[in-house]
T-cell receptor, first 112, second 113 residues
Framework: EAQVTQNPRYLITVTGKKLTVTCSQNMNHEYMSWYRQDPGLGLRQIYY???????DKGDVPEGYKVSRKEKRNFPLILESPSPNQTSLYFCASSSTGRGEQYFGPGTRLTVT | QKEVEQNSGPLSVPEGAIASLNCTYS??????FFWYRQYSGKSPELIMS????GDKEDGRFTAQLNKASQYVSLLIRDSQPSDSATYLC?????????????FGKGTLLTVNP
């Protein structure tokens, strides 16, 4: 089954404790992206990647890191999480890069 | 900053009616337009993409694009309670990378039985 998976789905952590949210797709897509979704603000792009080793900032990259060492994986790293990073995070992938994206199920992160 | 604005919600229609959702966008150079649906607590899913002026139909859904007016709409005919969701119309960055999507806040649609 074609899918984008994220882990963990739910995470409660404390300020400053480094964490990684994994994202994997099995569709051989070149393009992958991370979004956060907050009430009243909608979906905002954090980072995106056009191919292995090629990444670029989205609208809200501060406080986040990404890497793309393999085509299928695109982890999101929070080196020192803060409460304002409490949000719902979505990973997405696309074969065309033109906007038709497949979204993962989401990761709900709470930073206390 | 390229932006997309959606018609203010929430929108409530009776079952069987036509639901009309609208988006206007600030980037005259955009060439690609999309409609996503997001059920509460779920991830967005693509329901329509449209690249040329005019109408594109897919089952009960019709997307309408007018690039000159910078306007894209989605009509849902014979609305069903299962259509109740938030509808999103992201703007695709027409710049170099051609991958950045900018989302509006979405329009919440409720279809009442």
């Amino acid at each position: 089954e074609a899918q984008v998976t994220q882990n963990p789905r739910y995470l409660i952590t404390v300020t400053g404790k480094k964490l990684t949210v994994t994202c994997s797709q099995n569709m051989n897509h070149e393009y992958m992206s991370w979004y956060r979704q907050d009430p009243g603000l909608g979906l905002r792009q954090i980072y995106y990647s056009m191919n292995v080793e090629v990444t670029d900032k989205g609208d809200v990259p501060e406080g986040y890191k990404v890497s793309r060492k393999e085509k299928r994986n695109f982890p999101l790293i929070l080196e020192s999480p803060s409460p304002n990073q409490t949000s719902l995070y979505f990973c997405a992938s696309s074969s065309t890069g033109r906007g038709e994206q497949y979204f993962g199920p989401g990761t709900r992160l709470t930073v206390t | 900053q390229k932006e997309v604005e959606q018609n203010s919600g929430p929108l409530s229609v009776p079952e069987g009616a036509i639901a009309s959702l609208n988006c206007t966008y600030s980037d005259r150079g955009s060439q690609s337009f999309f409609w996503y649906r997001q059920y509460s607590g779920k991830s967005p899913e693509l329901i329509m993409s449209i690249y040329s002026n005019g109408d594109k139909e897919d089952g009960r859904f019709t997307a309408q694009l007018n690039k000159a007016s910078q306007y894209v709409s989605l009509l849902i005919r014979d609305s069903q309670p299962s259509d109740s969701a938030t509808y999103l119309c992201p703007l695709l960055n027409s710049g170099g990378s051609n991958y950045k999507l900018t989302f509006g806040k979405g329009t919440l649609l409720t279809v009442n039985p």
